[in-house]
Structure formats: C-alpha cells, structure tokens
C-alpha cells in the first residue's frame, strides 16, 4: 500500500503545473551589445531585439501546439537542465533562457546557446522561433 501510495505521489507532483493555466512564455537571448526577447500570450506575440520591435496575434493553432509542448515538459527540471554548448560563455553566442509564466507560478529554465538548446527544450524553442519568422 505505502509503494501504491508513493507512485501516486509523484505522479500528482510531476503534474502539478499541468493543471494551471499558462499565461505566457519567454524566450530571452542577450549578450554584450545583442539581445532577442520573445513574449507569447494566448492573443499575441512580441518579438523585440536592441534595433526592432514587433507585434502580431498568436494564432488558436499557434497557442495550442505552444501549450502542449509546455504540458509535456518535466517543469521541475526545467531550471537544472544540462546545456549542450557552452559558446555563450565567451560570447560566441547570446545567452538564452525560457520562461514559462502560469498563474501565480513562474518557471524559468537553466541558461543555454541561442540556438542550440537542450534536447527537453528544442521543439519548444524551435516552435517559438517559427513563429515569429512568419
């Protein structure tokens, strides 16, 4: 029963996240004299570097492959996740991170290679850069 019990456990904890709603998520990448930020809602999407800024509706397609991606990510790892290069470190590529934003919770992931980011994070990451390449 204690072993029946413990598997219950962790499964409820490892969804915890699952039942919030998502707000937004951010896409930062910055380094000496360059940055990219990305904000995706439900109703838009803001793409700002240091030399543009620009605005459009997230489409209802958009939003939801963005939520299921989120959905199927281990939440509780995000902040401890191995990144597979390191060229940032001496500013060969921006820095860059993801923030996740549910209500009342915010989970921001270890920092990474713009570009080149863990494996748990890549359709994620590729996901967001698609749309705001549209």
């Not at 080149?116 to 967001?128: D, F, R, T, W």
Request: glycine content about 2%.
């Amino acid at each position: 029963m204690k072993v029946f019990s413990l598997i219950i456990l962790l499964f409820v904890s490892s969804k915890c996240f699952q039942n919030e709603v998502l707000h937004k998520v951010e896409y930062k990448a910055e380094t000496r004299g360059a940055s990219k930020n990305i904000t995706i809602t439900k109703n838009n999407c803001i793409y700002k570097t240091l030399s543009k800024s620009d605005e459009f509706k997230t489409s209802t397609e958009d939003w939801q492959t963005i939520t299921k991606l989120v959905e199927n990510l281990n939440l509780e790892t995000l902040k401890n996740l191995e990144a597979p290069s390191s060229k940032s470190h001496v500013d060969v590529a921006m820095q860059a991170s993801i923030t996740i934003i549910f209500e009342g919770k915010t989970i921001e992931s270890a920092y990474f290679d713009d570009g080149n980011p863990p494996e748990e994070l890549k359709k994620l990451v590729e996901k967001i850069i698609k749309i705001t390449s549209k």
